[in-house]
């Protein structure tokens, strides 16, 4: 196996590890909500699996690969399992969860853009579906126990690291040669959990909208 086919595969491996990340978060959600078994499995396979979905189903070149492959059904299913019967809590569980899920980001991100640019989409498309890929379960996740996308702001750096990693697929698309997909993936992948995790550490946020209007001066007359 040559170095293009082993990144491929770690790829594969990280977007599971994904996968099983963001099922661990919606588990905890969850049982925060106090659902029972179908409502872990429900929050579970649209936090894990919905951004994947919505990118394959806006491409629209064929069946979305989570409904193909079934290690990604299997996955989500299973860690919603683990997550309704073990409970999921303390520091190192959260820390541990935060390190996957950074990964899993920039995993998304860098897969995401790079099948929207296989597809044969312009390279600000193929950002957006990089985007959406790491950040679209996680609304959904938020959207069915109705409260604000978490993406939306209040929180350290996660879409913006998402866009980072899709960037970096774009850029080295144009200057590495065909069937090195997998290692750019794998190169955008560790700049976007890298970046999120230092985000994570350093407290960085985008700065809030400023209330700032226009000054209007009024006219004065010299009464001289």
């Known amino acids: 196996m040559d170095v293009a086919d082993l990144s491929t595969q770690v790829v594969r491996v990280l977007d599971l590890l994904g996968v099983a990340a963001n099922v661990l978060l919606a588990g905890i959600l969850a049982r925060e909500q106090r659902f029972d078994l179908v409502g ?27 409904l193909t492959d079934v290690a990604y059904l299997v996955t989500a299913i299973g ?11 303390g520091r ?13 980001l920039g995993t ?14 312009h390279w600000l498309p193929a950002i957006l579906l990089g985007t959406l890929t790491a950040v679209g379960g996680g609304m959904i996740r938020d959207l069915l126990v109705r409260r604000t996308p978490i993406v939306f702001g209040g929180n350290t750096l996660y ?42 550490r350093q407290g960085w946020r985008l700065p809030e909208a400023r209330d700032w209007r226009p000054v209007r001066r009024s006219r004065t007359k010299d009464a001289r």
Do not use: M, N
Not at 92 to 102: F, N
Not at 108 to 121: K, T, Y
Not at 163 to 178: E, G, N, Y
């Open 79 to 89: 860690v919603a399992l683990f997550a309704y019967l073990v409970r999921t809590s």
């Open 40 to 66: 872990f499995i429900v929050l579970g396979v649209a936090s894990g699996l919905g951004g994947g979905l919505l990118r394959d189903t806006l491409l629209q070149v064929g069946t979305p690969v989570a």
């Open 92 to 104: 190192w569980w959260l820390r541990g969860v935060r390190l996957i899920d950074a990964v899993a």
């Open 108 to 121: 998304w991100g860098a897969v995401g853009a790079q099948r929207a640019l296989d597809a044969g989409l």
């Open 159 to 200: 879409a913006t690291c998402a866009t980072a990693a899709a960037a970096v697929v774009v850029l080295l698309d144009r200057l590495t040669p065909q069937g090195w997909a997998g290692a750019t993936t794998l190169v955008a992948a560790a700049v976007g959990a890298a970046l999120c995790l230092l985000a994570y």
